[in-house]
Nanobody
Framework: QVQLVESGGGSVQAGGSLRLSCAAS????????MGWFRQAPGKEREFVAV???????QYADFVKGRFTISSDNAKNTVYLQMNSLKPEDTAVYYC????????????GGQGTQVTVSS
């Protein structure tokens, strides 16, 4: 079992920045991929970014060049640095983990709200 706790959400104006954190309850380095997803009101949850603890990072096209996923292996924490935020980035952001041999995101956090005003 892996518990994930997100933090760092809040309200910002368009063009601003936020850094989200996702703390894992135990060491997942080397065993899990760590990802960020988001869900806006009335929309389906969508992929944002994934990292294999600093390697093989991937991003959704709509955040490339604005968001950066990173990790602190010693702290079992993954971050999502969000710059140049837009109102359409408003959503609940979720952290998730899946074992490297799996295709399913098995573990997820409770989410953190990000609100971007114009």
């Amino acid at each position: 079992q892996v518990q994930l706790v997100e933090s760092g959400g809040g309200s910002v104006q368009a063009g601003g920045s936020l850094r989200l954190s996702c703390a894992a309850s135990r060491r997942t380095f080397g065993s899990y991929h760590m990802g960020w997803f988001r869900q806006a009101p009335g929309k389906e949850r969508e992929f944002v970014a994934v990292t294999s603890w600093g390697t093989n990072t991937q991003y959704a096209d709509f955040v490339k060049g604005r968001f950066t996923i990173s990790s602190d292996n010693a702290k079992n924490t993954v971050y999502l640095q969000m710059n140049s935020l837009k109102p359409e980035d408003t959503a609940v952001y979720y952290c998730a983990a899946r074992r490297v041999e799996s295709f399913e995101w098995e573990y997820g956090g409770q989410g953190t709200q990000v609100t971007v005003s114009s």
